[in-house]
């Protein structure tokens, strides 16, 4: 089992980034998945999560508006659009994959900055 993220990095205050979470191992059909970001010295929190099929979403407040979650099925590879950033978003960024059990990617950092 593994999840992958990419596309992390140092953006300007009011960018936008795209993280790509690549699954392999699993049926990545039959997971709900979310993403979650970690700062320095907080809790990790959610930030995003997404239904096996897609069709339900949920949001922490301060990104909805600003973040999209998705998920291609055919790709084994869930999304999230980051747009609007803010300093506050600086954080390492991990995808999680659950049904039974959850799998934890290793994390990408998104560093919000001018």
């Known amino acids: 089992v593994q999840l992958v993220e990419s596309g992390g990095g140092l953006v300007q205050p009011g960018g936008s980034l795209r993280l790509s979470c690549a699954a392999s191992?699993?049926?990545?059909?039959?997971?709900?998945m979310s993403w979650y970001r970690q700062a320095p010295g907080k809790e990790r929190e959610l930030v995003a999560g997404?239904?096996?099929?897609?069709?339900?979403?949920n949001y922490a407040d301060s990104v909805k508006g600003r973040f999209t979650i998705s998920r291609d099925n055919a790709k084994n590879t869930a999304y999230l659009q980051m747009n609007s950033l803010k300093p506050e978003d600086t954080a390492v960024y991990y995808c999680?994959?659950?049904?039974?059990?959850?799998?934890w990617g290793q994390g990408t950092q998104v560093t919000v900055s001018s």
């Open positions: 997404m239904g096996s099929a897609g069709g339900s979403t």
């Open positions: 191992g699993f049926t990545f059909s039959s997971y709900a």
């Open positions: 999680k994959a659950y049904r039974f059990r959850a799998y």
